[in-house]
């Protein structure tokens, strides 16, 4: 029994009955000699009867129990709440040297003061009634019924106190077992106390065989070790605990001192469980730990989830790095999260350096930081995907154009979290764009100058069309023509954008002067800023206040027969466009001098080709118009990508998923797409035996590239496509990644190029084809004018002549007719089909439109055709082109060399051969022309390459035909020597070899 001191220094935590009542005996006047001190009491309820006793007597009052450690000689707390956590903080938080009595304890205190109260009061009586026997025997017996009345009253409060434990344990026990979380308790000694019905199902071992015993280890290890319950409980170090978690456990973060960890368990259920479990300690009053809890949770099914989610991130990934586009992701600080393996590459980057670098710092230029930025903001700001194009810095420093698709991606909250962008390089497109943009100025200055100069019969009408439409079109203000008079002089014919006294019409240049130079050399000059010049044939026109002059020859086949001189009053550059441009237009001038007799016929077919030429700009226009709206807007990963893409299966090419893109494309459902197998979409007409023999060989890693494909639409249309195939693997299974490209538009382009081809060879041709029909056209009139005159004379004619001249008409018509007729079929567009063809008729059609004009220019030609050689597939108007691009350059490089040759001996020869050779249909074009040096000779199939002079070629020819050849499956080699001759050697594939 605990016993008080007059020594003690006493507060009381908790202001209930029991704090009152102890008051009281404590301060009544049988406690005098030696009652202890009361120095507080603390309660949070003020209006506690024990608290208003207390201050009924002038004792200290708190709600603070913290309050009473301040107190005076404070040595001993009588807690009497029945507050185990608060006991617990009681414990951790008293003074050292103040001893602490809990309500257990407290209620043996008050036992003890009960009967000191009673022992006090009746020695004080027995002293007054030490002779009265009878008296002391009454108070003995007194003092004996209240000891009994306290022993009864303690006896009572135990076994109150021992059911309401019995009843915390069945509710504990209940709590335990009615959780559906599998839990086992075990007590400070490693018993298990608590085994729940959740753990039973989930360990397979019934309550009654495992409480009591040390075997929660069982249903988890093949042999004894502790779990992380038994850990708890003997309060093992965090080192201690890694020698059987390893690195896999961390703290609780929700309860002190728990531990948390997960593993899989193979042979626990029936195909191997996931838990995740945590044991926390469990205190006693005094913090002590006196046992331990441990839950299970089966994440069995969250970690599916999981390998599930990280094979699909790895597919998407895939996907994403065997893209062609460029992708990146950017959070709100404008810090790289991703960017794909396709932009590193093209940049030249190691992810090291890029990813959480700033995305403006590290690939926009300073220049276009700022734009960048405020189309960030515009995004974020509007949350809608935009479009955009700017410049990305390489490693090396080089820029790249991009078209950008980006997309923002908000938080469940709204918040912005990252920003999604798919990009496309267009750099080489835009080149492409930027060159043929020039080519269509260029055109366009031609057509506006040579359809004026079309219409008219009239020379001097001529040259003052030329001239004001230089002035107008090209960036100088003043121009003039110098021709060749019938004396050998050299006269100004026609000028505009000068003074009245300054060189007018019929000047004579000086023999010694720049215009003579250029007539004898037929090489331009130039002066761009004549004050610096030292020449003093430059004089008069800095009199006359021009700045800048340029000469140039106007050259015909032959000769040079004039000269344009172009000129402003400022300062001025000519740059290269302007330079091809104007001796262009000098060609133009020249040519409309030389055949001034043929005026009128080359007027009407020069304004039909301007027609054309002017057609087929606005439709190229229209195209790249088109081109730029067409563009498809990616969008995130898969179905971000802007080309149609298709999951097969690896054997059976079954389609297993399609993106949005394919869908929009072919005009498949998807349930459509998911009934058919890869080859399905290819065309009737396109038997791509080649990519399905790939297909069967492809293996994981590699990829294949078919280009021009035609595959169909749901309705039926044929389009052509490009085809990307990778093999691939995810989710554990290998798959043919399929990208297609709709490359119809760029295939009628190339149409639409090489139709243009054909225009300017039949407008270059066209004094020869003029030539060929006049003849059959004499005929006919010779025979008119002597059917006229016999008429007129009355005489009759002989059936012999007149059947012999009815027969002649009739065969001239018949001329006519077909070289018209070959005309128009050479003329009209070529659609990209194949037919099986014999490579010699094309061969002998080119003859029909150049035979005249390679007659006139002085060609012996030398065809060594074999009619038994097997067909070839092909289209016959697109090969026709081929060998007339052939023939055309070769009659241009006979003609060079007819000007520098000095042999008298020496003869202008053109040699085609065809044969049939290993499985293949060979043709040889040869000519004994200038030949191509070594250092262009890789060049001339490359777009607007050309070697001939400006006006001879636009440099598409070779590259046209090197076109055309390779999308039937052929190949063009050449050779070449300087002095000596070209051949160029064509093969294809023969379709019965």
């Known amino acids: 029994m605990i016993k008080l001191s007059k020594n003690s220094s006493i507060g009381f935590v908790g202001g209930g009955n029991v704090c009152r009542s102890m008051l009281k005996i404590l301060l009544s006047k049988n406690f005098s000699l ?77 036992d003890f003061i009960q009967i000191e109260e009673k022992k006090e009061a009746i020695q004080q009586k027995i002293r007054k009634t030490v002779s009265k026997s009878e008296a002391i025997e009454k108070e003995f017996e007194k003092f004996s019924h209240q000891l009994e009345k306290i022993v009864g009253e303690r006896t009572s409060h135990l076994q109150t106190v021992e059911k309401e434990l019995v009843a915390r344990e069945q509710t504990l026990s209940q709590i335990v077992q009615g959780t559906a979380i599998p839990t086992f308790v075990i007590t400070e000694g490693h018993t298990v106390s608590h085994w729940n019905r959740a753990l039973e199902k989930l360990a397979g071992i019934k309550a009654d065989e495992i409480i009591g015993t040390s075997d929660q280890w069982k249903p988890f290890y093949t042999q004894k070790r502790p779990t992380m319950a038994d850990i708890i409980v003997d309060r093992q170090t965090e080192e201690e605990i890694k020698k059987y978690y390893g690195d896999y456990f961390w703290k609780s973060a929700l309860i002190d001192g728990a531990y948390e960890s997960e593993d899989y368990w193979p042979e626990l259920g029936s195909s191997g469980t996931w838990l995740f479990f945590t044991a926390s300690p469990i ?117 790249v154009l991009v078209e950008w698709h980006g997309r923002p991606v908000f938080k469940t909250t709204g918040e912005f979290d990252y920003f999604f962008g798919v990009g496309i390089d267009i750099t080489a497109k835009k080149l492409l764009r930027h060159e043929r943009e020039k080519q269509i100025r260029q055109l366009q200055a031609l057509w506006a100058i040579s359809t004026a100069l079309s219409p008219t019969l009239n020379l001097d009408e001529s040259l003052r069309t030329a001239v004001d439409g230089i002035i107008s079109h090209l960036n100088v203000d003043s121009a003039g023509i110098y021709l060749r008079d019938e004396a050998g002089k050299f006269a100004l014919a026609y000028s505009s954008g000068y003074t009245q006294t300054f060189l007018q019409k019929n000047h004579t240049a000086e023999a010694d002067g720049l215009v003579a130079r250029v007539f004898r050399t037929g090489q331009s000059l130039l002066f761009e800023d004549i004050s610096t010049s030292r020449s003093p044939h430059l004089k008069d026109i800095e009199r006359e206040g021009l700045q800048s002059a340029a000469y140039f020859p106007l050259a015909s086949k032959t000769e040079v027969i004039g000269v344009l001189r172009v000129s402003s009053h400022t300062s001025h550059h000519f740059i290269q466009e302007e330079k091809d441009v104007l001796e262009l237009i000098g060609n133009l001038v020249a040519l409309s001098i030389e055949n001034a007799i043929l005026r009128r016929q080359e007027e009407m077919f020069s304004q039909s080709l301007a027609n054309k030429v002017r057609e087929k700009t606005e439709e190229l226009e229209k195209y790249y118009r088109k081109l730029r709206r067409s563009e498809e807007r990616y969008r995130l990963m898969f179905d971000a990508d802007p080309n149609p893409i298709f999951i097969l299966d690896l054997n059976t090419y079954k389609i297993m998923d399609v993106n949005t893109t394919a869908i929009e494309c072919y005009g498949y459902s998807r349930d459509e797409f998911l009934t058919m197998a890869f080859p399905d979409l290819q065309s009737k007409n396109d038997d791509d035996d080649e990519s399905l023999h790939h297909l069967k060989k492809i293996s994981l890693g590699q990829s294949y590239f078919y280009p021009k494909r035609i595959h169909r639409r749901k309705t039926g249309g044929p389009f052509y496509v490009n085809v990307h195939i990778r093999a691939v693997k995810f989710m554990e299974r290998e798959w043919l990644l399929v990208t297609t490209t709709d490359i119809t538009e760029n295939v009628e382009t190339e149409a639409k190029l090489i139709q243009a081809g054909k225009m300017a060879t039949l407008g270059t041709m ?17 025979c008119a004018d002597y059917f006229a005159k016999m008429v007129k004379r009355g005489e009759t004619i002989c059936d012999k002549d007149l059947h012999a001249m009815a027969e002649e008409m009739r065969t001239n018509v018949q001329r006519a007719a077909q070289i018209i007729r070959h005309m128009k ?88 051969k065809s044969l049939s050779k290993s499985g293949a249909v060979i043709v040889t074009v040869s000519d004994n022309g200038t030949g191509i040096p070594d250092n262009i000779k890789d060049k001339i199939f490359e777009p607007f390459f050309t070697t001939k002079k400006v006006g001879k070629g636009t440099g598409l020819g070779t590259s046209i035909s090197y076109g055309i050849i390779k999308d039937y499956g052929g190949s063009i080699d050449v050779k070449s020597s300087v002095g000596v001759g070209t051949t160029f050697e064509i093969k294809f594939p023969a379709v019965h070899p």
């Open 766 to 782: 066209a004094s020869g084809i003029a030539h060929e029909i006049n003849q059959p056209l004499n005929v006919i009139q010779v």
């Open 825 to 912: 079929d050479f003329a009209r567009q070529a659609e990209v089909k194949t037919h099986e063809i014999n490579i010699n008729k094309p061969i002998r059609d080119v003859f029909k439109i150049l035979g005249q004009q390679l007659r006139v220019h002085g060609i012996e030609i030398t065809l060594d055709l074999n009619d038994t050689i097997p067909p070839i597939l092909g289209d016959y108007n697109r090969l026709e082109q081929v060998f007339v691009n052939l023939v055309t350059n070769a009659m241009d490089a006979l003609d060079e060399r007819g000007q520098q040759e000095k042999d008298p001996t020496w003869k202008k020869e053109l040699r085609i």
């Open 34 to 110: 030696h009652r202890p001190a009361i120095v507080g009491v603390a309660d949070i309820n003020s209006h506690a009867v024990g608290m208003h006793y207390a201050r009924r007597k002038g004792i200290f009052t708190t709600s603070d129990y913290n309050d009473l450690y301040t107190r005076n000689k404070l040595n001993l707390i009588i807690e009497v709440t029945g507050d185990a956590l608060l006991l617990a903080e009681l414990h951790r938080t008293k003074p050292a040297g103040v001893k602490l009595i809990d309500h257990f304890e407290a209620m043996s205190l008050w």
């Open 283 to 399: 205190k006693g009053p005094d913090g002590r730990i006196v046992g331990a809890i441990e839950t299970l949770l089966d994440i069995t099914e969250r970690k599916r989830a999981e390998e599930q989610l990280r094979k699909e991130t790895d597919f998407i990934t895939s996907i994403i790095q065997s893209s062609p586009a460029f992708f990146v992701a950017i959070d709100s600080a404008d810090k790289i999260l991703m960017v794909n393996e396709t932009m590193l590459q093209a940049l030249g980057y190691t992810p090291e350096e890029v990813i959480g670098k700033t995305y403006v710092n590290t690939f926009v230029p300073q220049a276009h930081q700022k734009r960048v930025l405020r189309v960030f903001e515009k995004i974020i700001k509007t949350k809608k995907p935009t479009e955009t194009e700017n410049y990305l810095i390489a490693k090396d420093g080089h820029q």
